[in-house]
């Protein structure tokens, strides 16, 4: 299932919430029309809340069905909230920024290039799969230019063959290029998704949406 929403008069909607198979986590001031897209298109269980008392949630949080990563910024109460619905791992570094800087899925996961390798275990550890340092087109925050579930990937749309290819060998599945909100290569920052449906940038045009749907395999 896919549909078009945006959060307050955003539509980079990936800004402020994420999902994995089972759960979402979304900005605490998010309206009753948002989470009831979120829960009725994810069919998930939805939590409002905030990290660093930010509304960015999903800038700052990146989860699969094993585990959760959230900024080194968040309180402990967020950080008991997440825990509530599954492990977490807080991340201590200053690229803190989970949701931006990691990309994943429940077979693999694409890191910012600039985590030590001591951050990268933690991330592979905290998710419970393998994760591979690289950049999309250039970008070093590939979670927010990618969006994958376990059907599917979408990217930046000037990602090159070879990035393509990584992230179909990282994730285990097979990857399209596109953009979001008419024209936008940001397109993690567009779309909410898991395996049963994406939640989409209300700017997304019908052709993008195909390309989405598509390429997370939702067809």
Avoid: W
């Avoid at 089972?22 to 998010?30: I, L, N, P, Q, T």
């Avoid at 250039?138 to 990937?153: R, Y």
């Avoid at 936008?184 to 997304?204: H, P, Q, Y």
Wanted: net charge negative; aromatic share 4%.
């Amino acid at each position: 299932m896919l549909r078009l929403s945006r959060y307050g008069g955003n539509p980079n909607i990936g800004v402020f919430a994420v999902a994995n198979e089972s759960f979402a986590f979304v900005a605490g001031d998010a309206s009753p029309e948002f989470v009831r897209d979120l829960e009725e298109v994810l069919d998930v269980k939805t939590t409002m809340m905030t990290v660093a008392g930010s509304f960015v949630v999903g800038s700052l949080v990146v989860m699969n069905s094993n585990g959760a990563v959230v900024s080194g910024l968040a309180d402990g109460r967020e950080v008991s909230i997440i825990s509530e619905c599954l492990p977490c791992h807080v991340l201590d570094d200053p690229l803190n920024a989970a949701g931006n800087n990691i990309l994943a899925n429940d077979n693999g996961a694409v890191v910012n290039p600039l985590y030590g390798q001591d951050v990268i275990d933690a991330i592979s550890d905290a998710l419970g799969v393998e994760c591979v340092p690289a950049t999309i087109a250039g970008c070093n925050t590939v979670g927010s230019v990618c969006k994958a579930n376990n059907k599917g990937c979408i990217c930046h749309a000037d990602a090159s063959d070879d990035e393509v290819q990584l992230l179909s060998d990282v994730l285990g599945v097979e990857v399209r290029r596109t953009t979001v909100n008419h024209g936008s290569r940001v397109v993690g920052a567009g779309v909410v998704a898991n395996s049963k449906g994406a939640l989409i940038g209300d700017e997304t045009t019908p052709i993008e949406m195909g390309k989405i749907e598509d390429g997370l395999g939702l067809y």
